[in-house]
């Protein structure tokens, strides 16, 4: 084979391989909904699809390592700037407030810290199914990503129940499925809360 030839077949290649790789796009994302380990291993937080149309992803501490504050009681959001919230309990709060979908398959709205009682950006996406990628603002310059693993055990102390229901997390109000008090339906593959009410009996 010449070189000339050579050097054409090249750049044959080249431009296919440029062309495949446009065409291809970005990577498909995985399911950011499930229960998982946050990066320094204090908390599991259960995310879930809420709102209208199950559009938006909200999200839950339903297990904490240090449940009980320095008089042995169960720790409550004493720091939350909203007064009527302020002695509600850690455990089971909504920390994930209602992100929105993005068109690159991730999430963005306001993660609540209830060390502080103060809210921020978030952006939340998955591109394994094992790995929740957690990336949260204080300024539009000052941005951190952390690394959440799924579980798919219980530990003792871990709420199990749907979301609203005994036994389970609570939505703020604002979240809350209207038809919370007669429980709700098992989501896809068997996960709690997807807001689908479960008829009276």
């Not at 994302?29 to 204090?42: I, K, S």
């Not at 094992?130 to 530990?155: F, H, I, P, Y």
Request: positive net charge.
């Amino acid at each position: 084979m010449t070189p000339i030839i050579v050097r054409v077949a090249t750049a044959v290649l080249v431009g296919l391989a440029a062309f495949s790789c446009v065409r291809s796009g970005p990577a498909k994302a995985a399911d950011a909904a499930g229960t998982w380990l946050t990066e320094d291993g204090r908390a599991r937080v259960r995310t879930e699809p809420c709102g209208p149309r199950n559009a938006h992803l909200c999200g839950y501490v339903v297990w904490g390592s240090k449940p009980l504050d320095e008089t042995g009681k169960p720790k409550v959001d004493r720091y939350n700037p909203d007064p009527g919230k302020q002695t509600r309990a850690l455990l089971g709060h909504q920390l994930i407030l209602g992100l929105k979908p993005s068109e690159d398959g991730r999430h963005e709205g306001k993660i609540y810290n209830g060390d502080n009682g103060k809210s921020y950006d978030v952006t939340i996406w998955s591109e394994t199914p094992t790995e929740l990628s957690v990336r949260g603002c204080l300024l539009a310059v000052l941005c951190a990503t952390q690394t959440w693993k799924r579980v798919t055990d219980v530990v003792p102390g871990q709420l199990t129940g749907a979301t609203d229901t005994p036994g389970g997390p609570r939505s703020n109000p604002e979240w809350a499925t209207k038809t919370a008090v007669s429980g709700s339906a098992p989501g896809p593959k068997g996960r709690p809360g997807d807001g689908k009410p479960i008829p009276a009996k």
